[in-house]
């Protein structure tokens, strides 16, 4: 089975060198590349990735940032760093980081890194991290399905209501997050509302047939009349 990599620079040309190494080991597949850690941690969402090849030092989101992110999350990738700042070592293998490779990138010491991504990756499976990325006051939160009360859509865009407050999911869809949570218990009650079944208080009883679902937070979100049978089955007939 091919060891599926994405790469993480701002610099063109220093993502374009890691690609070329790779290239030389065929066991290894590229399953992206990209700018920024943040369209990063969302590719992690949607696909399985088995290392992460990323820079320190980039604009905004850094790569230690997302080094912490990832770290202690189910499925975590492997990581490992590229970089010109060799200062950044002992940050690195603190956070989990498989290898620390210092530009330019010799191939024999690239080789070394390979064989240590194996060497780990053959006692893990594999898998997409189990959460969602929620913003807010201009930081990135990890948020667990357990933590999400339910997710709604408004002008196009999807947000996470916590207990915490609201968080803007960039880069997320109502449709793509009720894919990725089904197995969490999560079930679409109307096209703008994907709620948490665990945070379910009550089902009221609204007009002319209709029913309002009452969380955790308070909230009363409607139950579309498309979705009454399914959840009545899944969920009343029990």
Sequence with gaps: M?????????????????????????EFELAGEFSNAFDALNALLSTQVDVVFFDVDMPGFSGIKLAETLKNT???????????????????????ATDY???????????????????KLSDRKGGTPNFIIGEKAS?????????????????????????????????????????RLKRYNFFRIHKSYLVNVNEIKRVIPWFKGKYV??????????????????????????
């Design 101 to 119: 490779l210092v530009k330019p990138v010799d191939p024999k010491r690239f080789s070394e890194t390979i064989a240590r991504i194996k060497s």
């Design 139 to 179: 930081s990135l939160f990890l948020l667990k399905p357990g933590e999400i009360i339910y997710l709604y859509s408004k002008n196009e865009k999807t947000f996470a209501k916590t207990k915490d407050g609201n968080l803007y999911c960039k880069g997320l869809t109502l449709q793509s997050a009720e894919k």
């Design 74 to 96: 189910e499925n975590a990738p492997v990581i490992v760093f590229v970089t010109a700042y060799s200062e950044y070592a002992v940050k690195a293998f603190e956070l989990n």
């Design 213 to 238: 679902i009452e969380v955790s937070s308070g909230d009363k979100l409607p139950l579309s009349p498309h979705r009454q049978k399914e959840f009545r089955e899944k969920f009343l007939n029990n």
């Design 2 to 26: 091919a060891v599926r990599a994405i790469v993480v620079d701002d610099e063109e040309p220093a993502r374009e060198e890691i690609k070329f190494l790779l290239s030389h080991f065929k």
